[in-house]
């Protein structure tokens, strides 16, 4: 009996392993239709982009400074044997920075916008997530964070973990929280059954393959990503 039961347990961890590789086998590979770059004027920073469902989008977070108060580098948990200075360039360069809503709005560059709700479900649906899927709240989709987390290997959309800030003070020392766990955008939208104090975001963990959706105060700060309609950029 003993010798049994040792049996059935290997054959339930083999069962699993293979269950393991069927999930991993129906993650589709997906390609964007085009791909390019893009200069801000501004300030010489350069975006690439990737082209899915009619929209381009950038593959890196914003760098544009805006008004003062509206964006920040994320400064917690630095790294004690460099300068703060130094740290904060480390992070910039790689996340990029985190924006107030009113920040979002100004950062983005002639011919571009922060993308609407309506603009994450086009992108969304194009990762195979069901239009009755993309109007949901919370956690949905099945596999679409996998996506838009992968290089270019696939998607190259590169969505990254940049942590955010909360306006709100709380009993924490710090009010950024999570860069490297959590990765939250903004879109342009309102929610109109709270008020015009928040707006519809997107957020990414480092451990789960769905996109969150909900909305947050305007206050806080998160990561933005750049879109624009593509019919008249074809080759741009």
């Known amino acids: 009996m003993k010798t049994l039961h040792i049996a059935n347990i290997i054959l339930c961890i083999l069962f699993c392993a293979g269950c393991d590789k069927d999930n991993e086998a129906v993650l589709p590979v997906i390609k964007p239709e ?59 360069a790689k996340y990029g920075y985190l924006y107030t809503y009113q920040g979002a709005l100004e950062a983005a560059p002639d011919g571009w916008r922060v993308p609407t709700d309506d603009d994450w479900k086009k992108l969304e649906k194009a990762l195979g997530m069901s239009s009755r899927e993309t109007e949901e709240t919370g956690w949905r989709g099945k596999y679409a964070a996998e996506l838009m987390k992968q290089g270019e290997e696939g998607t190259s959309l590169n969505f990254l973990y940049a942590g955010y800030w909360i306006a709100s003070t709380s009993s924490y020392a710090s009010q950024f929280h999570l860069m490297g766990a959590y990765g939250l955008y903004w879109s ?24 969150f959706r909900y909305s947050t105060d305007k206050a806080n700060m998160l990561s933005i990503r750049f879109v624009r309609d593509s019919d008249s950029n074809t080759n741009n």
């Open 34 to 92: 085009a791909t390019g770059e893009m200069i801000d004027a501004r300030d010489g920073f350069n975006y690439h982009w990737v082209r899915y469902n009619g929209l381009d989008w950038t593959v890196e977070n914003a760098h544009y400074q805006t008004t003062e108060g509206t964006y920040a580098i994320y400064t917690a948990n630095q790294i004690l044997s460099e300068s703060e200075d130094e740290t904060n360039s480390k992070t910039l």
């Open 188 to 211: 342009s939208t309102e929610d109109t059954l709270k008020s015009n104090k928040y707006a519809y975001y997107r957020k990414f963990l480092y451990n789960s393959p769905q996109v």
